[in-house]
């Protein structure tokens, strides 16, 4: 058939004509009835269209605000496509402050904490966190700014302060900074005493005020160890027990010698008592021979009651030193006497402190003997 041939190709040159628009109309997914188009602009937001590319009747469409921006609440932030038509959709983003400032001493208060949308002048208010007070002369709001940043918060909640720490007996309190929440005081004790206890407290919580964490403590006296006894010898006046700085003093018995310290004393070294040193021995006193006179008069401790009295043979050599000396003064006050008034006075002065040694050997005796007439000597012996 010749017109079918004719036509033939002219159909496919109709075809080839028309081949763009008709392959892209036969690629197309068949357009459901009620099919909507991309769905529309929303001011400060985008679409969540995912893999999506054609929006059937009943799909849904949600947004997403874009940085900076928060969805106001109680705004809708998506849209339906209804019969080839999207439905309507407000502006529902906006700018907001960011989350409320976290505060050392206050809390957000509980009706804030779900809400994450703070436009420009927002306020937001706090609760004082336990163991801070409000002070309420100044504002507990913090307001969002026109930049969006909250505005400088007031110390509206200030620390709560513990009770003034009562003294310590014999001890003593140490207030490092302040009595406030958070705050710690030492403890000590005095010397010769101890601390049993502990050695700081905390001003911190208990229920909603604030108390020191720990009890204070006491200080307790050092006592030292009984005092160590002594061979041949004795403590005078003897105590039940000796605190810090107590001493006890040794004497020996008859016919012993107290050689060494004769007082020793309760000292303190990490928190024990102990004894300044060791104790005196009681030694056997030596066969009385008569000792050497020079050693017995420079004698810096004149014997105390209860020591042995001297002995016969120690007065007598006592007594020729005495008188020795006495002699070899009056021959200086008789030297001095002839060369002036300052010169009798000075020799004056010395004899008087010979002759208070003298009375302290008991030998005084001999010195009245001894006594010159003159006048300047006389007031010495009265
Ligand atoms: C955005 O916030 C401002 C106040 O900061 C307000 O006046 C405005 O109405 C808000 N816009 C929307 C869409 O909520
Ligand atoms: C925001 O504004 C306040 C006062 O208007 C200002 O003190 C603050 O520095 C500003 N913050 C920023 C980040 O610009
Ligand atoms: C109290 O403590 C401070 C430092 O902790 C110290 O320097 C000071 O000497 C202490 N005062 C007393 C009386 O203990």
Same mark, same amino acid.
């Given at each position: 058939?010749?017109?079918? *041939?004719?036509?033939?190709?002219? #159909?496919?040159?109709?075809?080839?004509?028309?081949?763009?628009?008709?392959?892209?109309?036969?690629? *197309?997914?068949?357009?459901?009835?009620?099919?909507?188009? @991309?769905?529309?602009?929303?001011?400060?937001?985008?679409?969540?269209?995912?893999?999506?590319? &054609?929006?059937?009747?009943?799909?849904?469409?949600?947004?997403?605000?874009?940085?900076?921006?928060?969805?106001?609440?109680?705004?809708?932030?998506?849209?339906?496509?209804?019969? =080839?038509?999207?439905?309507?959709?407000?502006?529902? !983003?906006?700018? &907001? !402050?960011?989350?409320?400032?976290?505060?050392?001493?206050?809390?957000?208060?509980?009706?804030?904490?779900?809400?994450?949308?703070?436009?420009?002048?927002?306020?937001?208010?706090?609760?004082?966190?336990?163991?801070?007070?409000?002070?309420?002369?100044?504002?507990?709001?913090?307001?969002?700014?026109?930049?969006? %940043?909250?505005?400088?918060?007031?110390?509206?909640?200030?620390?709560?302060?513990?009770?003034?720490? *009562?003294?310590?007996?014999?001890? +003593?309190?140490?207030?490092?900074? /302040?009595?406030?929440?958070?705050?710690?005081?030492?403890?000590? $004790?005095? %010397?010769?005493?101890?601390?049993?206890?502990?050695?700081?407290?905390?001003?911190?919580?208990?229920?909603?005020?604030?108390?020191? &964490? /720990?009890?204070?403590?006491?200080?307790?006296?050092? @006592?030292?160890?009984?005092?160590?006894?002594? /061979?041949?010898?004795?403590?005078?006046?003897?105590?039940?027990?000796?605190?810090?700085?107590?001493?006890?003093?040794?004497? $020996?018995?008859?016919?012993?010698?107290?050689?060494?310290?004769?007082?020793?004393?309760?000292?303190?070294?990490?928190?024990?008592?102990?004894?300044?040193?060791?104790?005196?021995? !009681?030694?056997?006193? *030596?066969?009385?021979?008569?000792?050497?006179?020079? %050693?017995?008069? +420079?004698?810096?401790?004149?014997?105390?009651?209860?020591?042995?009295?001297?002995?016969?043979?120690?007065?007598?050599?006592?007594?020729?030193?005495?008188?020795?000396?006495?002699?070899?003064?009056?021959?200086?006050?008789?030297?001095?006497?002839?060369?002036?008034?300052?010169?009798?006075?000075?020799? +004056?002065?010395?004899?008087?402190?010979?002759?208070?040694?003298? +009375? =302290?050997?008991?030998?005084?005796? /001999?010195?009245?003997?001894?006594?010159?007439?003159?006048?300047?000597?006389?007031?010495?012996? #009265?």
């Amino acid at each position: 058939m010749s017109p079918a *041939r004719r036509s033939a190709p002219a #159909v496919l040159r109709l075809l080839g004509g028309l081949a763009p628009p008709l392959l892209l109309l036969l690629l *197309r997914p068949p357009a459901a009835s009620g099919d909507c188009g @991309l769905p529309p602009d929303v001011p400060n937001a985008q679409p969540a269209l995912g893999a999506l590319t &054609s929006f059937p009747k009943q799909s849904t469409v949600t947004y997403k605000c874009n940085e900076g921006f928060v969805k106001v609440p109680g705004k809708a932030d998506s849209v339906v496509c209804l019969n =080839n038509k999207w439905s309507e959709v407000a502006e529902f !983003c906006n700018r &907001s !402050c960011d989350v409320p400032t976290r505060l050392l001493f206050a809390s957000l208060k509980k009706s804030y904490t779900k809400q994450n949308y703070f436009p420009e002048g927002s306020t937001v208010e706090y609760d004082c966190r336990l163991g801070y007070i409000r002070d309420h002369s100044l504002s507990g709001k913090l307001t969002c700014l026109q930049n969006f %940043t909250w505005s400088k918060p007031d110390e509206f909640c200030k620390k709560k302060s513990c009770a003034n720490p *009562r003294e310590i007996k014999n001890g +003593h309190v140490n207030i490092t900074h /302040d009595l406030l929440f958070g705050s710690s005081i030492h403890f000590s $004790c005095n %010397t010769g005493y101890k601390l049993v206890g502990a050695t700081s407290s905390y001003c911190s919580l208990a229920g909603s005020t604030v108390e020191w &964490s /720990d009890p204070f403590p006491e200080c307790q006296e050092i @006592l030292c160890p009984e005092p160590p006894e002594v /061979d041949h010898g004795m403590i005078e006046e003897k105590q039940n027990s000796y605190a810090y700085r107590h001493s006890v003093t040794y004497k $020996c018995m008859k016919g012993f010698t107290l050689h060494g310290e004769s007082s020793i004393y309760c000292t303190v070294k990490d928190d024990q008592g102990e004894w300044s040193g060791p104790p005196p021995e !009681c030694k056997a006193t *030596r066969s009385p021979a008569v000792p050497r006179a020079t %050693t017995r008069f +420079h004698a810096t401790s004149p014997p105390k009651g209860g020591g042995s009295s001297p002995s016969v043979a120690s007065i007598i050599a006592s007594g020729c030193v005495a008188g020795t000396i006495i002699i070899g003064t009056i021959i200086l006050v008789k030297i001095f006497w002839g060369s002036g008034k300052s010169g009798s006075y000075y020799t +004056h002065e010395n004899n008087k402190a010979l002759n208070v040694k003298f +009375h =302290n050997l008991t030998v005084t005796g /001999d010195a009245t003997e001894v006594r010159p007439s003159s006048d300047l000597q006389q007031d010495i012996y #009265v």
